[in-house]
């Protein structure tokens, strides 16, 4: 089955500490994307990666770091610099099809203690 | 003004009834619309997307979208309980060779028997 996964589902840090979420794609998808769910206030792109070895910053990048070194993934770091790290974290990829359309993970809820 | 504006709802409506979400915006460049359904806990689910203006069809589902007003809305037919959840909106424009969308807040719908 092609898809996105996401791993884990539920994440535990204590403050201070760095965390990196999982992101796996077998869709064969150029760009992948980071974002951020809080309550009320919608998804919020955190960095995306349109290419292997190149990603670009979000709205919210601060506090945040990935990686890419492969087509098919693209983890993200929560470092102990970002204020307030509990959130639900997506991931998605689009499809190169010129319209960039996004399909996403299940999601990761990191909860920082 | 928020480039993009969606009531959050809730929208309480009885089984079989025909809703109306909508959202808003104000970036005349948009060129990609879509609906997103999440439910509790959940990714989005890609619904619909429409390119430029028009109405597009989908089973229960109708996208319309009216770019003179600015304004898009999904309409679903025949409302089931499994379609409570929450429907985000997105829009797109074409920045630096690639389309990265705008979501709305979302809107939680309720769909009671």
């Known amino acids: 089955d092609g898809g996105i996964t996401q791993s884990p589902k539920y994440l535990f840090r204590k403050e201070g500490q760095n965390v990196t979420l999982s992101c796996e794609q077998n869709l064969n998808h150029d760009a992948m994307y980071w974002y951020r769910q809080d309550p009320g206030q919608g998804l919020r792109l955190i960095y995306y990666s349109q290419i292997v070895n190149d990603f670009q910053k979000g709205d919210i990048a601060e506090g945040y770091s990935v990686s890419r070194e492969k087509k098919e993934s693209f983890p993200l770091t929560v470092t102990s610099a970002q204020k307030n790290p509990t959130a639900f974290y997506l991931c998605?990829?689009?499809?190169?099809?010129?319209?960039?359309?996004?399909?996403f993970g299940p999601g990761t809820r990191l909860t920082v203690l | 003004q928020k480039e993009v504006e969606q009531d959050p709802g809730p929208l309480s409506v009885p089984e079989g009834a025909i809703v109306s979400l909508n959202c808003t915006y104000s970036n005349s460049a948009f060129q990609y619309f879509m609906w997103y359904r999440q439910y509790s806990r959940k990714g989005p689910e890609l619904l619909m997307y429409?390119?430029?203006?028009g109405n597009k069809e989908d089973g229960r589902f109708t996208a319309q979208v009216d770019k003179s007003s600015k304004y898009i809305s999904l309409f679903i037919r025949d409302s089931q309980p499994s379609d409570s959840a929450t429907y985000l909106c997105?829009?797109?424009?074409?920045?630096?060779?690639?389309?990265?969308?705008?979501f709305g807040r979302g809107t939680s719908l309720i769909v009671h028997p």
């Open positions: 998605a990829s689009s499809m190169p099809d010129g319209t960039d359309t996004q399909y």
């Open positions: 997105a829009m797109s424009a074409r920045t630096g060779g690639s389309y990265i969308p705008t």
């Open positions: 429409t390119y430029s203006s």
